[in-house]
């Protein structure tokens, strides 16, 4: 019933940026959140940043705080997540995710994903 679609992604070199974008469609809830997570090869999935809908506040892996930036626009169903400072091991391919539950930084209350999209970081 929901889709997510993101863009973005790409290959930099450490000390780049990349700014990934989540559109969603479909349906939309005021209460609920979006999220970005990661997943290297042969890793769990991980949690990245996430806000929430209603604006109550934004969250940050600790890794990528300081360095990602995560914002959304609720008139266009969208969330992006700007990257700066980019390190190798930041290289994994980046999933967004929406839900409803108040606990945002598990990837168990989210129950629609995004195909994802692949980030790249040189040394």
């Known amino acids: 019933q929901v889709q997510l679609v993101e863009s973005g992604g790409g290959l930099v070199q450490a000390g780049g940026s990349l700014r990934l974008s989540c559109a969603a469609s479909?349906?939309?809830?005021?209460?609920?959140?979006m999220g970005w997570f990661r997943q290297a090869p042969g890793k769990e999935r991980e949690f990245v940043a996430a806000?929430?809908?209603?604006?109550?506040?934004?969250y940050y892996h600790d890794s990528v705080k300081g360095r990602f930036t995560i914002s959304r626009d609720n008139a266009k169903n969208t969330v992006s997540l700007q990257m700066n400072s980019l390190k190798p091991e930041d290289t994994a391919v980046y999933y967004c995710?929406?839900?409803?539950?108040?606990?945002?930084?598990?990837?168990?209350?989210?129950?629609?994903w995004g195909q994802g999209t692949q980030v790249t970081v040189s040394s």
């Open positions: 995710a929406a839900g409803s539950r108040v606990v945002v930084t598990i990837t168990t209350s989210y129950n629609y």
């Open positions: 806000i929430s809908w209603s604006g109550a506040g934004t």
């Open positions: 479909g349906r939309t809830v005021s209460s609920s959140a």
